[in-house]
């Protein structure tokens, strides 16, 4: 898995730094910005294998960015997992809704987020 490309998008820019230094530290280029319109931009500039993408930022949030990147022929195939403090029933539907491949709740141990975005990527690898 080591070398493939992930985007993180929040709008905390410690805790972009915090997921970047977890998935450094197992072999990933990784690429962190702190809004959706960032986001956006660097999707179709990096070309990213995962997006780890925060829901609830100021004036682009995490399901609106999803379901643009979701809704775009050149861009839909790009697993995308929602990671949020929103964990109601409500909240994971919607995820869903958008076409979020995955979603995981915010706190969490980086270790298990990087196992976890670990399947996608070898998910995605085997799907080609």
Known sequence: ??????????DHKEMVDLIEESFKLRGFDVVGVCSGHEALAK???EKPDLILLDVMMPLLD???????LK????TRHIPVILITVKGSQADIERGFE????GYVVKPFEPSELTEFAEKFLQTAKEQV
């Not at 898995?1 to 929040?10: F, H, P, Q, S, T």
């Not at 809704?71 to 050149?74: H, K």
């Not at 958008?98 to 491949?101: I, K, L, Q, S, T």
């Open 71 to 74: 809704s775009n022929e050149e």
């Open 98 to 101: 958008v076409r979020a491949d």
């Open 1 to 10: 898995m080591a070398g493939e490309k992930i985007l993180v998008v929040d």
């Open 62 to 68: 995490g399901y609106e960015i999803c379901h643009t």
């Open 43 to 45: 999707v179709y500039q």
